[in-house]
Structures are given as C-alpha cells and as structure tokens.
Antibody, heavy 120, light 111 residues
Framework: QVQLVQSGSELRKPGASVKVSCRAS????????MNWVRQAPGQGLEWMGW????????TYAQGFTGRFVFSLDTSVSTAYLQISSLKAEDTAVYYC?????????????WGRGTLVTVSS | QSVLTQPPSVSGAPGQRVTISCTGS?????????VHWYQQLPGTAPKLLIY???NRPSGVPDRFSGSKSGTSASLAISGLQAEDEADYYC???????????FGGGTKLTVL
C-alpha cells in the first residue's frame, strides 16, 4: 500500500527541539521528492520546502531557514523534519507530502500530519 | 498574506454549481506554471483534487473540474453534495520565490 506514515503528536517547551518522521511505503522512496507543509491552527497551508530523496539535498522556503532541517534515512525510507529553538508560533500540524510528477510539481500523497504543540 | 488569492468562503445549495477562484501574478500562474487543487475535509490531511490545471486523479468525481486563464485559475464543483463541504486550496510554483506557493484557502459551505 502506497502511504506516508508520520510520527505521533509532540508536546515541547519553548527553546526545545523536535524531530518529526515520515516513513514511506509501497513505492521507491528515492524516486520522488519529499516536501514539508505547515498548517497552524485554523490557518491555511504553508510550503516549507523539499528534500531531494536521491541526493539528500534540501531546499528551504523563505521563513524556514536556520531552525528547520530536512534529512533522510534512505535505508528505512524515512524523511525527517527537525525544528530547533521552538517557539509558540511553531505550534502547528506538519505534513510530509510526495511530489507526484517532477515536471508539474503537485503533491499526490500526503501523510496524516503530526501535531507539534509548543507550550510552557 | 498568500501569494495566490482565494475567496475566504463560498456557499451553495445541494445540486448547485459553485466556482472558487485563484488569482496569481506574472511570477506564478501568469508565467505559465501549472495550478493544482486540494480538498481538505475537517480534521484530515489535504487530498489532491486537480493537477496540471484540469486533470483529475483516479477516483475524483467528474463533478470537479479545473481551468486556467492568464493569471488566474478556477475550480468548479457541480451537483454540490453535503460531503463536498471542506476547505479548498490552490497551489502553483512562483519563480520569484523559487518554490511552491498555496492560496489562502476557501471554505465551502453546502447550505
């Protein structure tokens, strides 16, 4: 079954770090770029960037540089999003999503999302 | 403020047809980049609805259709059903930002 399985909800204090995982199954992991999308409570979708699953090269959207790191472990077909120095405004659902076609860059497969709550 | 502009809300009665607009600029839709649409039901992850301006993935009813012209795109939903009540997002690529961009989202209410 083609799917992306994300790790469970996380609660962190301000200043801490969190690492969200996204495990792919049912397809060749390294053949499809992986993207990350943030959705703050009651807000819209915000593209965070993507990682080339073949080379491991990450690209970050404006506003997601510095504290955000995309990484991979291709041996277990898993992508990771690490956020450091967490702030209250990082509270959101984070989705991993696969690019369906390299030429058109649409997102055809989504994880269920991981809720990260930052609160003291 | 989103790069792609969508109306915050639209509504329609069951059986009616509604359209959702997505307005961009010369650095995204107007530059020829494709527009894609997603449906997000309450409490769930987004789902691809339309890709490449007007193509439906397998399993998406033909009640959903997409079009693009100039710097704008539209999603049309005909024969509205209660289950269509959701948030809808457009997405494209922006050359100035060198990355993907989403519209702010439109909440569809079925009256």
């Amino acid at each position: 079954q083609v799917q992306l399985v994300q790790s469970g909800s996380e609660l962190r204090k301000p200043g801490a770090s969190v690492k969200v995982s996204c495990r792919a199954s049912g397809y060749t992991f390294t053949s499809y770029p992986m993207n990350w999308v943030r959705q703050a409570p009651g807000q819209g979708l915000e593209w965070m960037g993507w990682i080339n699953t073949y080379t491991g090269n990450p690209t970050y959207a404006q506003g997601f540089t510095g504290r955000f790191v995309f990484s991979l472990d291709t041996s277990v077909s898993t992508a990771y999003l690490q956020i450091s120095s967490l702030k209250a405004e990082d509270t959101a659902v984070y989705y991993c999503t696969r690019v369906g076609s390299g030429s058109k860059w649409y997102f055809d497969l989504w994880g269920r999302g991981t809720l990260v709550t930052v609160s003291s | 403020q989103s790069v792609l502009t969508q109306p915050p809300s639209v509504s329609g009665a069951p059986g009616q047809r509604v359209t959702i607009s997505c307005t961009g600029s010369s650095s995204n839709i107007g530059a020829g980049y494709d527009v894609h649409w997603y449906q997000q039901l309450p409490g769930t992850a987004p789902k691809l609805l339309i890709y490449g301006n007007s193509n439906r993935p397998s399993g998406v009813p033909d009640r959903f259709s997409g079009s693009k012209s100039g710097t704008s795109a539209s999603l049309a939903i005909s024969g509205l059903q209660a289950e269509d009540e959701a948030d809808y997002y457009c997405q494209s690529y922006d050359s100035s930002l060198s990355g993907s961009v989403f519209g702010g989202g439109t909440k569809l209410t079925v009256l």
